[in-house]
């Protein structure tokens, strides 16, 4: 009996292993039963097909197409995986960004959702002769592709919003193409996929001017991070000559300096009408970002009446020849100290 237990409990596993068998075969359909995917087969033709597990796309990739080449307009999408064989570092560099982490999802979701093609159009000439530019889209200036095409396949996903004022603006009219700020194959940059590691040094490849004012003895907290150039300017257009966010300069200060803003019941003809008339928006050698020391800038409108009727120079200063005390100290605000504005009863010279 004690030797008959194991080989009926063998007979056992047999059996069961039998049986599990046979359901597996019955459960596999046939080869030429399988779902057949309309797909280029260049690529696209993947055994594992759409995968109903995955997360839909998000709305912006969902609805990627494969872009438009004037310039191949009998070109045939290849698939990314013909893409990969010959660019392989530009795919590990493109690994890391949101267009690929978007664009991927969408693709294993739905595989008629192109992944390179979505920006650089379909590339079978472009893979037949590579040599010959402009059959797939660049995004560089010589790459053979007109910045029109590179700009509006650009906005085909990335239309409305801020950009709602390409057209017609100061960077469009400079044929600028969104590859000169933005580099979407990389993730150079914290956030924007910027072609610099910041707003501020990507805005700095042209605008070496302006970035040379913020090391002035005054100048806006750009430098010490707490501000960017895209604080203050759209740059992909706005309605006003210095792409900036609102419609006057003033509106563009009141978003920090709010208690600037008014209205005052005495009110500083010069601060209402534009801050630029005293100050520098980007850095100046003079305190608080003025054009010209106190009290001079105030003598380019206060003169010849009453007590600033006398021209100041520098020989009034305090190394002067002829020290005044109304140069001394703070100047002219020593005495007007609320100069943008008051709201005392005695305010009219904005003393108070």
Known sequence: M???????????????????????????????????????????????????????????????????????????????????????????????????????????????????????????????????????????????????????????????????RWLGSAHQRQDLSCSDCHNPMAKFSAQGLMARSSINDTCAQCHKDILEQFSRRSHMPLPEGHLSCADCHNPHGTLNDHLLKTATVNETCYQCHADKRGPFLFEHAPVRENCLNCHLPHGSNQSTLLVAPVPFICQQCHTNFLHPNDLQTKQALGTGLHPDERVLGRGCLTCHANIHGSNAASGVRFHE
């Open 2 to 164: 004690r030797h008959g237990r194991p080989i009926a409990a063998v007979a056992v596993v047999l059996c069961v292993t039998l049986i599990s068998l046979v359901v597996r075969a019955q459960s596999v359909q046939p080869p030429g039963d399988a779902p057949k995917l309309n797909l280029p087969e260049t690529n696209f033709g993947s055994p594992e097909g759409a995968r109903g597990d995955l997360p839909r796309p998000a709305p912006g990739f969902a609805h990627a197409r494969v872009a438009s080449n004037p310039q191949a307009p009998g070109a045939k999408p290849i698939g990314e995986r013909t893409c990969v064989a010959c660019h392989k570092l530009e795919v590990d560099h493109f690994t890391h960004t949101l267009h690929a982490l978007g664009l991927h999802v969408a693709n294993r979701s739905d595989p008629h959702i192109p992944v390179c093609e979505a920006c650089h159009g379909p590339g079978s000439e472009h893979a037949a002769d590579p040599r010959v530019k402009g059959l797939i889209i660049g995004y560089t200036h010589d790459s053979g592709t007109p910045i029109e095409t590179q700009t509006k396949t650009c906005l085909t996903c990335h239309s409305g919003g801020a950009r709602d």
